[in-house]
């Protein structure tokens, strides 16, 4: 069975930065389109990021563009999502998600695989 292994949440002040890591193991993830979505209290999990295996390819929800970056170390396989300017809008449970098909898809649906989340709260 494939896992994906999360880290990185935590508590930051409004404007900070945090790093989220995602390590794919137990089995064969290459080619999988990966990404990251967020759940807020009481909302629908929605995607935030995603990434072809290859690197070559990132998409991103508008209300992160130009503060997060998603991105792959190609040297261990493992994912990251960089994230600046932090606000309380930011404030959620992220999960890494891999989907078998190559192309990043925006529906949760889509993915076959999920990490356990990781916490990200932004004090005002």
């Known amino acids: 069975q494939g896992q994906l292994i999360e880290s990185g949440g935590g508590l930051v002040q409004a404007g900070g930065s945090l790093r989220l890591s995602c390590v794919p193991s137990?089995?064969?993830?290459?080619?999988?389109?990966m990404a990251w979505f967020r759940q807020a209290p009481g909302k629908d999990r929605e995607f935030v990021a995603g990434?072809?295996?290859?690197?070559?390819?990132?998409y991103y929800t508008d209300a992160v563009k130009g503060r997060f970056t998603i991105s792959k170390d190609n040297a261990n396989d493992t994912f990251y999502l960089h994230m600046n300017g932090l606000t309380s809008e930011d404030t959620a449970v992220y999960y890494c998600?891999?989907?078998?098909?190559?192309?990043?898809?925006?529906?949760?649906?889509?993915?076959?695989?999920w990490g356990q989340g990781t916490q990200v709260t932004v004090s005002a």
């Open positions: 998600a891999a989907n078998h098909d190559r192309h990043v898809a925006t529906a949760s649906i889509a993915y076959d695989y």
């Open positions: 137990g089995r064969i993830f290459s080619g999988y389109a």
């Open positions: 990434i072809t295996w290859s690197g070559s390819g990132t």
